[in-house]
C-alpha cells in the first residue's frame, strides 16, 4: 500500500522492514530492491538462510517461494 501512493516513499522505514517484506519491496522495485537500500546506506531486508532442517520455518519458506515466482515471472518479461 505505501509503494503504490502519490506520495513519495519514506526508503528509510521501507528498508528497515523485515525479510517478509522481499516480495513486495522486489514487486515495487524490481530485482535491485536489496541494492537499492543499500546504495542509500540503509540496512536492507535480507532473507534468512536456514543451516539444517531445524531452523526452517513456513514464513521462511513462503517468502522464498513468493521471490522464486516473481524473478521467473521478471525474467519472463525481460525477454523481448
Not at 526508503?11 to 513486495?24: N, Y
Amino acid at each position: 500500500h505505501n509503494l503504490n501512493g502519490d506520495v513519495r516513499p519514506d526508503h528509510f522505514a521501507l528498508c528497515q522492514l523485515s525479510e517478509g517484506a522481499l516480495p513486495a519491496l522486489t514487486a515495487a522495485w524490481g530485482n535491485d530492491a536489496v541494492q537499492r537500500c543499500r546504495d542509500k546506506h540503509y540496512y536492507a531486508p535480507t532473507l534468512f538462510h536456514p543451516a539444517d532442517w531445524r531452523e526452517w520455518g513456513f514464513r521462511n519458506w513462503r517468502v522464498r517461494r513468493s521471490l522464486a515466482a516473481m524473478t521467473v515471472t521478471l525474467a519472463e518479461i525481460a525477454v523481448p
